[in-house]
């Protein structure tokens, strides 16, 4: 929310429990399940990870990385599409159902920032703003984002 996705990517990667497959042995529980707490580095067991299948972590981590990591939320007017990703991603892309539609995202980041969505086209048509509008005919729909300063 800040505009920090280089920070708000490193969060997320802490807890993510794919990541701990390299430190399994010390991370100690299962590596596609979210722990509910992972010890701190003030505690003789630091990083090592408690409570899994006991907590709601994975909804809201999923909700962090597809609403505000990639940023693509519903709204009650349409679709926003406002990324805050690392600098070091060059974009990424994304599909979506949306009120029975299927957005296919693509987000371009040529300058390498973390947010700021420049242009945005939908089947080609430049629109203003970063809110794909609910009244779309059809059925699939190509979404083009520009990121930059």
């Not at 994975?58 to 926003?80: D, F, H, K, M, V």
């Not at 420049?118 to 729909?141: C, F």
Request: with cysteine; hydrophobic share 35%; aromatic share 10%.
């Amino acid at each position: 929310m800040l505009g920090n996705g280089d920070r708000a990517f490193e969060y997320y990667a802490q807890i993510n429990p794919a990541g701990r497959n390299e430190d399994i042995e010390l991370y100690e529980c299962e590596p596609y399940v979210y722990a509910q707490n992972i010890i701190g580095d003030e505690h003789p067991q630091f990083g090592l990870g408690r409570n899994s299948w006991l907590s709601g972590t994975a909804s809201w981590c999923y909700q962090a990385a597809t609403q505000w990591i990639l940023g693509i939320r519903p709204e009650y007017n349409g679709l926003r599409v406002d990324p805050c990703i690392p600098s070091a991603w060059s974009g990424f892309s994304a599909a979506r159902r949306f009120r029975g539609q299927m957005m296919r995202i693509v987000v371009h980041n040529p300058g390498k920032v973390c947010k700021g969505v420049l242009k945005m086209a939908v089947d080609g048509n430049i629109i203003s703003g970063n809110l794909i509008p609910i009244d779309l005919p059809g059925e699939e729909h190509r979404v083009e984002i520009w990121l930059g300063k």
